[in-house]
Structures are given as structure tokens and as C-alpha cells.
């Protein structure tokens, strides 16, 4: 018996509606309170969605709150007193498949913040994350973003209050938004795959620590190492 495009179409609207009927979506909070730690090692993976990155509350180590879908993913909460390092975010738990549903259902979402007074050296995966991280004010010693087909915006709005040895952001074909960049104070900056310049990283064109920066990531780039700035923008 042969199948016509119409009988196709119905299967998977079929399969479509009982992927929808079996999403779960859950919310969960978690939090670890200060006990005198001197440095924090954190990871982050989250592979789509929404996230924000931020200071913690007084008193937090670390919080994470998340919007997930249950069916594909699972919560991320391990930390190891003995080192000093924390992983957050989402794993997926090996169930894929089709679904047919709408931007807002799928939409997952997390809010971390870090203690600002305790050293962090970061590392966030952000997949094909919207990311918004506001780092002015925690204490980084190092930090890591990579991303796929995303978009990443990083602020440094007061300045860092930690000796910050690098900031490296290795994205795919993403945009990347970073402002403030001088109040980091890292000691080298790189951008898909290529070294933001000294002069600019230092205090911007407008001798401003609020110079923003914007650099459109791709394949090609990053295999020719090299970054396309399509603006110099003051914030």
C-alpha cells in the first residue's frame, strides 16, 4: 500500500500532538550558602534557551533557579567542597525526538548568580543559548564562554574585583555583544578565536571603560582566526 503525502502529513501531525501532550515542563531552585570558601571553579552547561548570569544574593555561594523541559533534560547541581568546583545547568537525559510545539512551551530558562566576593574563575557552554551575563562586580580570576548559534551579550558594568587573567569567547555563528570591557581588568582578551586588541580591550576608542563592542562570529572566521567588529558603539 502505498503512502500519499496526505497520509504522511497526518502521522506526523499525530506524532506531533502526542510529543506536545507528553512535554513536561518543571521549575526548580537550588542554593549553597557561604561557608568560607576562597575560590570557586564553576561550570555551566545549558544548550538552549534563555540564561542569565549575574551576582548571587548576600549570603549565596551560588543559586540557580531553572525553567526546564523535563522530557529532554534534567537539572545540574554538583558541587565538590574538597576542590572548590561547581557544576550548573541542564544534561540532556538522552530522550529526543520530533516535537511540534511553540517558542514560549519549549522555552527554558536559567538565573545563576555567584557570590561576588569570592574569587571565580568561569565557564559557561551556552550551546544555542540567548545568553546575558552581568559580571561587573563578581571576582573573576578567568573566564570561558563558548556558544554555538547563539546570542551572547557580556556587561562589566562596575569593575571586576578579583586579578582576572583572560577572558576568551569561542562562538560559532553567533552574535556577541560585549560593553565595558576595560572594568574586567583580564589580562588578555580574545574573541572567535582572535585577540582583542589591547588598545581597544584597555579603555576603548573613546578612552571610556563603557565601550561597547560588537563582533559577528562565524565558521569562516574562526577558521581564519580572524573577528569582524561591525561596531564601536559608546554605552
Known amino acids: 500500500m502505498r503512502h500519499t503525502p496526505l497520509l504522511a502529513t ?19 531552585a537550588t542554593s549553597r550558602p557561604l561557608s568560607g570558601e576562597r575560590m570557586l571553579r564553576a561550570s555551566i552547561e545549558f544548550g538552549a534557551g534563555t540564561v ?36 550548573l545547568g541542564l544534561q540532556g537525559n538522552g530522550n ?26 568561569l565557564s559557561a557552554n551556552l550551546g544555542a543559548s540567548d545568553a546575558t551575563l552581568d559580571l561587573g562586580g563578581l571576582s573573576l580570576t578567568s573566564l570561558a564562554v563558548r556558544g554555538g548559534a547563539s546570542s551572547t551579550t557580556v556587561n562589566f558594568d562596575t569593575p571586576n574585583r578579583a586579578t582576572c587573567s583572560s577572558a576568551t569567547f569561542t562562538l560559532g555563528a ?36 563603557s565601550t561597547k563592542y560588537r563582533w ?5 572566521s574562526r577558521r581564519r582566526a580572524l573577528m569582524r567588529a561591525s561596531g564601536f558603539i559608546a554605552a
Not at 529526543?96 to 574563575?121: D, H, N
Open 10 to 28: 497526518m502521522a506526523l501531525t499525530a506524532m506531533g500532538a502526542h510529543s506536545l501532550a507528553a512535554q513536561t515542563m518543571r521549575s526548580v
Open 174 to 209: 553567533a552574535e556577541f555583544d560585549v560593553s565595558g570591557l576595560a572594568n574586567s581588568g583580564c589580562a588578555s582578551s580574545s574573541a572567535c578565536n582572535s585577540r582583542i586588541r589591547r588598545s581597544y580591550s584597555a579603555s576603548g576608542t573613546d578612552g571610556s571603560s
Open 52 to 87: 542569565h548570569v549575574g551576582p548571587a544574593a548576600s549570603g549565596d555561594l551560588y543559586r540557580m533557579q531553572l525553567r526546564y523541559d523535563a522530557d529532554r533534560n534534567g537539572p545540574v547541581n554538583q558541587f565538590d567542597a574538597a576542590t572548590g568546583a561547581v557544576r
Open 96 to 121: 529526543a525526538g520530533i516535537r511540534v510545539t511553540s517558542r514560549a512551551q519549549m522555552a527554558q530558562r536559567a538565573e545563576i548568580g555567584f557570590a561576588p566576593g569570592v574569587p571565580l574563575m
Open 216 to 220: 559577528l562570529c562565524s565558521a569562516i
